[in-house]
């Protein structure tokens, strides 16, 4: 009887899930089709500049001061020179940009203004000249500890990436002791803070929400610094001081980026062919020395203009970019200002410098990781270039005059910062500007000047600071979605 009661309960159970299935399903049946969409595209703001910011930065800076030192009215036979003080920095700026409409289909105009303050030690403490053995010659101690500057900014923004040129007044402490060595307890110390202008150029991105990286070269004038040091000889001090700064720099942007959507990673990898244009300052530690006679320690300074071309290829991983690059520049660096020894009409003895980068190349490999269609890279690898300097003057009643010239190698390291180009519509999606800065150290040559017994050796050690095209063959650099 239990058993027989069981079954009809389960059986009950079965019919009643039936129905409510069946009631279900023709319930279902009356209701319309449900519509599917798709998700609604997230929105894309356009990178927007306006707004303060604040930031860090480091870099090297070096001096390229023409400086003088002679003795009485008319002066008589002291040399001129260039001190180069060479170091390390770091500092802090703070800034505010107005971005404002397209220009011409260029981008958008960005106006700003930027204070910074660096803390460092840009020194020379090398140079020696007049003999500089037993006791006679001037030996100099330049040095730059701190410097700032308050600019405006005018630059040319696309989307994320801005380009800019910078200018306005300058500051910092310049410290500079001439030792007679004749009477070293005598040193006459120049201190004081300066005041000049500055110019330069840079480029800066965005690395994601609200922050930004940048790289900047700046050109510093903080005019010239005069003295007279009395003992125990009456010299008339004149130095010009000139530094050239190469900085990056990274700011956080207080407003005006706001939320938006990451852009997608851009497509880097194949072969590129491009041009470059620049510029270029040697700081070339060298001496001019004969047994017993001489021993002057002095720089040359080449400056001037470069252009070239580059071509390289690419590898993607992710983010990650690995490359090759090689490249060939001419260059009108030029440095014929130093003079050593003695350097007025009457002294007998005195040597004149003239000395030329005429061109260089590099063989390097690069590494980077692309921050939307911004890509940050580090680079190193094999130099080469042609070095010439003219001599002429005069030793021991033996006049002289040669011209020594080699190619030298040595290496090469630096970074920059690449992204798409495109203006007017000109230029399409495979065309990519870069800013870029280099270090190249060509090593150190000695050469004799023939029948004078005196031996002229040199370093040359370039900074380089250019911007370039480049045009990418197997695809276009545009976001892979």
């Given at each position: 009887?239990?058993?027989?009661?069981?079954?009809?309960?389960v059986?009950?159970?079965?019919?009643l899930?039936?129905?409510a299935?069946?009631?279900?399903?023709?319930?279902?049946?009356?209701?319309?089709?449900?519509?599917?969409?798709?998700?609604?595209?997230?929105?894309?703001?356009?990178?927007n500049?306006?707004?303060?910011y604040?930031?860090?930065?480091?870099?090297?800076?070096?001096g390229?001061?023409?400086?003088?030192?002679?003795?009485?009215?008319?002066?008589?036979?002291f040399?001129t020179?260039?001190?180069?003080?060479?170091?390390?920095f770091?500092?802090?700026?703070?800034?505010?940009?107005?971005?404002?409409?397209d220009?011409?289909?260029?981008?958008?105009?960005?106006?700003?203004?930027?204070?910074?303050?660096?803390?460092?030690?840009?020194?020379?403490?090398?140079?020696?000249?007049?003999?500089?053995?037993?006791?006679?010659?001037?030996?100099?101690?330049?040095?730059?500890?701190?410097?700032g500057?308050?600019?405006?900014?005018?630059?040319?923004?696309?989307?994320?990436?801005l380009?800019?040129?910078?200018?306005?007044?300058?500051?910092?402490?310049?410290?500079?002791?001439?030792?007679?060595?004749?009477?070293?307890?005598?040193a006459?110390t120049?201190?004081?803070?300066?005041?000049?202008?500055?110019?330069?150029s840079?480029?800066?991105?965005?690395?994601?929400?609200?922050?930004?990286?940048?790289i900047?070269?700046?050109?510093?004038?903080?005019?010239?610094?005069?003295?007279?040091?009395?003992?125990?000889?009456?010299?008339?001090?004149?130095?010009?001081?000139?530094e050239?700064?190469?900085?990056?720099?990274l700011?956080?942007?207080?407003?005006?980026?706001?939320?938006?959507?990451?852009e997608?990673?851009?497509?880097?990898?194949g072969?590129?062919?491009?041009?470059?244009?620049?510029?270029?300052?040697a700081?070339?530690?060298s001496?001019l020395?004969?047994?017993?006679?001489t021993?002057?320690?002095?720089?040359?300074?080449?400056?001037?203009?470069?252009g070239?071309?580059?071509?390289?290829?690419?590898?993607?991983?992710?983010a990650?970019?690995?490359?090759?690059e090689?490249?060939?520049q001419?260059?009108?660096?030029?440095?014929?200002?130093?003079?050593?020894?003695?350097?007025?009409?009457?002294?007998?003895?005195?040597?004149?410098?003239?000395?030329?980068?005429?061109w260089f190349?590099?063989?390097?490999?690069?590494?980077?990781?692309?921050?939307?269609?911004?890509?940050?890279?580090?680079?190193g690898?094999?130099?080469?270039?042609?070095?010439?300097?003219?001599v002429?003057?005069?030793?021991?009643?033996?006049?002289?005059?040669?011209?020594?010239?080699?190619?030298r190698?040595?290496?090469?390291?630096?970074?920059?910062?690449?992204?798409?180009?495109?203006?007017?519509?000109?230029?399409?999606?495979?065309?990519?500007?870069?800013t870029?800065?280099?270090?190249?150290?060509?090593?150190?040559?000695?050469?004799?000047?023939t029948?004078?017994?005196?031996?002229?050796?040199?370093k040359?050690?370039?900074?380089?600071?250019?911007?370039?095209?480049?045009?990418?063959?197997?695809?276009?650099?545009?976001?892979?979605?």
């Amino acid at each position: 009887m239990k058993a027989v009661t069981s079954t009809r309960i389960v059986g009950s159970v079965f019919a009643l899930a039936g129905a409510a299935f069946a009631a279900g399903s023709a319930s279902a049946a009356d209701l319309p089709a449900k519509v599917y969409r798709k998700a609604p595209p997230m929105v894309v703001q356009a990178y927007n500049w306006t707004g303060f910011y604040a930031g860090v930065n480091a870099g090297v800076g070096f001096g390229r001061s023409t400086t003088q030192a002679a003795i009485g009215a008319p002066p008589v036979g002291f040399p001129t020179s260039r001190l180069g003080g060479l170091g390390g920095f770091g500092g802090g700026q703070i800034g505010y940009n107005w971005q404002y409409g397209d220009l011409l289909g260029l981008g958008n105009i960005v106006l700003g203004v930027e204070t910074d303050i660096q803390g460092g030690s840009l020194k020379d403490s090398r140079t020696c000249e007049v003999t500089c053995l037993n006791g006679t010659g001037l030996a100099f101690n330049q040095k730059l500890d701190w410097f700032g500057t308050a600019r405006g900014r005018i630059g040319l923004a696309t989307g994320s990436v801005l380009t800019y040129f910078t200018g306005g007044f300058a500051y910092g402490n310049v410290k500079t002791t001439v030792t007679d060595l004749s009477n070293p307890a005598l040193a006459t110390t120049f201190g004081s803070t300066r005041t000049g202008w500055t110019v330069g150029s840079g480029v800066e991105a965005a690395l994601g929400g609200n922050w930004t990286g940048k790289i900047e070269y700046l050109y510093v004038d903080l005019g010239t610094q005069n003295g007279a040091a009395l003992l125990p000889n009456a010299y008339a001090y004149s130095s010009q001081i000139r530094e050239h700064i190469f900085r990056v720099g990274l700011n956080y942007r207080i407003g005006g980026v706001g939320l938006y959507a990451p852009e997608p990673v851009a497509n880097w990898s194949g072969v590129y062919l491009g041009g470059n244009v620049g510029g270029a300052t040697a700081l070339n530690r060298s001496t001019l020395a004969a047994t017993a006679l001489t021993n002057e320690k002095f720089n040359l300074a080449p400056d001037g203009y470069l252009g070239g071309v580059q071509i390289g290829y690419n590898w993607q991983a992710g983010a990650w970019v690995y490359g090759l690059e090689t490249d060939i520049q001419g260059s009108s660096q030029k440095d014929d200002k130093p003079c050593q020894l003695g350097c007025f009409l009457g002294i007998p003895q005195l040597a004149t410098f003239n000395q030329k980068m005429q061109w260089f190349g590099t063989a390097r490999g690069r590494i980077g990781y692309s921050v939307g269609s911004t890509l940050f890279y580090a680079t190193g690898g094999f130099a080469y270039g042609n070095v010439k300097t003219d001599v002429a003057g005069s030793f021991l009643g033996t006049a002289f005059a040669q011209s020594f010239s080699r190619t030298r190698t040595g290496y090469a390291v630096g970074g920059g910062i690449e992204s798409p180009f495109d203006i007017f519509g000109l230029f399409g999606k495979n065309w990519t500007s870069k800013t870029e800065y280099l270090y190249v150290d060509l090593g150190r040559s000695t050469d004799v000047i023939t029948g004078t017994g005196l031996t002229f050796s040199t370093k040359a050690q370039e900074h380089v600071f250019r911007t370039g095209l480049n045009y990418h063959f197997n695809s276009p650099v545009v976001a892979r979605y």
